[in-house]
């Protein structure tokens, strides 16, 4: 079942650019050397290296970097932190510009009709804790993704923390995450992920794999 806490009043796009102008990006507790679990799903569900995807909220994460290594080459990298997108940018180095950069809130951004075949988030559905932000977050990937696309969701399990960057979040299991989609959305795989944090805690992420039907 969802476990939810209750909401803070801030400007999220102001918390996450002090976030990254604080932090070094490597000590973020969700900061992964590789992405292994979400690149190997996109792996096994995107076979067509010229297929349209989108990571959301990906901050500074080196996903990106092995998805270009991997031959992906039609890739949108979201986040509301220009300061994030800026540090995966001069890591990138040349091949930044094989990459199209959004900056902006997932909930606010203005995304193309049917361009993706494939979306991606670790970690951002579970900052939404207000019922209406999530059901506009649901609005846009409907919008966005091509009938029969597919999603990868991660969030916090139900065993996961309660809080994250001083921001209360949602606890999902695969059930109540997939119930957040609606039946528009078929459930094809789910996992749980015990993700190490650079100071050696432990984080229990849930994953859920789904394809939006084509009727």
């Known amino acids: 079942m969802a476990q939810i806490c209750y909401k803070v009043n801030m400007n999220p796009k102001t918390h996450w650019r002090e976030i990254y102008r604080k932090k070094d990006p490597k000590r973020v507790s969700w900061f992964q050397e590789h992405a292994e679990t979400s690149l190997n799903l996109i792996r096994q569900c995107l076979k067509d290296k010229q297929a349209h995807l989108i990571d959301v909220g990906a901050g500074a994460s080196t996903l990106v970097d ?24 001069q890591r990138l180095g040349e091949k930044q510009d094989k990459v199209n950069w959004l900056s902006a809130n997932i909930l606010e951004a203005r ?16 900052f939404l804790t207000d019922k209406n932000d999530r059901k506009a977050y649901v609005k846009q990937l409907v919008n966005a993704l091509k009938p ?15 809080m994250c960057s001083g921001l209360p979040i949602v606890r999902y299991d695969h059930h109540t995450l997939h119930q957040e989609f609606g039946a528009a959305f078929t459930l094809l795989e789910h996992g749980i992920e015990e993700h190490i944090t650079p100071d050696s805690s432990v984080q229990q992420f849930v994953y859920c794999y789904c394809r939006m039907k084509a009727d």
């Not at 092995?66 to 940018?89: F, H, K, P």
């Not at 029969?148 to 309660?162: A, D, M, Q, R």
Request: avoid cysteine; charged fraction near 25%; hydrophobic fraction near 40%.
């Open 66 to 89: 092995d998805l270009l290594d991997s031959g992906y080459r039609n890739i949108d990298v979201l986040d509301i932190s220009q300061a994030a997108l800026e540090v995966a940018r």
């Open 111 to 126: 995304l193309e009709k049917h361009r993706y075949d494939l979306w991606h988030d670790r970690a951002v559905f579970h």
């Open 148 to 162: 029969g696309g597919k999603v990868i969701i991660s969030t916090f399990g139900p065993e996961g923390p309660l």
